[in-house]
């Protein structure tokens, strides 16, 4: 069912596309999809910092689109018609007409490859291969959900150490606080990650949960992984 939003440039726009984000990492389904590109293409400026919700949303979908290397703002395209048009048809007796200036002895369909010819098959073979292979490593959004020792840790200390956990493969993106009771919050912040490169299990155990994060964060779980 499709899903509509007032103006997103404007305060009572945000604050509905805030609420409607409260419970989601996306604007429909369980991934990133051209929903999700066409509201942030309606945005005229990054989303203010006091929509949580939406600013969490915003530069997550933001960090897909630099992944995808779609970071140039471009100097403006007007599209006037999506039909193809259609290619005129030669006369035929022009077509079979050989063209005066053409000399064959110039072509030699079936001369030896030379030295330079092997070699640039070489680069483009071995530059095809490079390319397949980078494309079968995915990548994935996670969400997780990380809980202080108690109500007197700090959480921008916790959210600090979170974050200096660096590896190839790993990008962090946006943050919050959610209150889970007794004066106690739960930091959520979404990464995303290249699966060929970074296990998110390890990630937690042998990282998250261990010195010298443990300093502050008790427990640490996966609320969303997604295929992007």
């Known amino acids: 069912m499709a899903v509509s939003f007032a103006n997103v440039n404007s305060e009572a726009g945000l604050k509905k596309l805030d609420d409607y984000l409260l419970t989601r990492s996306y604007i429909t389904g369980y991934q990133a999809s051209k929903d999700d590109l066409a509201v ?13 919700n939406v600013a969490r949303w915003f530069s997550h979908i933001d960090a897909l689109l630099r992944l995808s290397g779609v970071t140039e703002e ?39 490859e030379t030295e330079e010819e092997k070699k640039a098959a070489e680069e483009r073979a071995a530059a095809v291969k490079a390319s397949a292979k980078k494309k079968e490593s995915g990548k994935s959004s996670v969400l997780l959900d990380v ?25 962090w993106g946006a943050s919050k606080l959610v209150p889970v009771g007794y004066g106690i919050k739960k930091l959520q912040i979404m990464m995303t990650i290249v699966d060929d490169l970074v296990s998110v299990d390890t990630l937690i155990e042998e990282h998250l949960c261990a010195e010298p994060v443990n300093e502050y964060v008790q427990s640490c779980d996966i609320v969303a992984f997604n295929k992007i």
Do not use: I
């Open 147 to 171: 809980k202080p020792w108690d109500d007197e840790t700090d959480m921008t200390k916790l959210e600090e150490a979170v974050r200096s956990m660096k590896m190839e493969g790993l990008f």
């Open 74 to 112: 471009g100097q403006g395209v007007k599209v006037e018609s999506s039909a193809v048009p259609v290619a005129s048809t030669p006369d035929v007796a022009e077509a079979k007409a050989p063209a005066a200036d053409d000399d064959d002895d110039d072509v030699d369909l079936f001369g030896e």
């Open 40 to 52: 942030y293409s309606s945005f005229s400026a990054a989303p203010s910092s006091k929509y949580t």
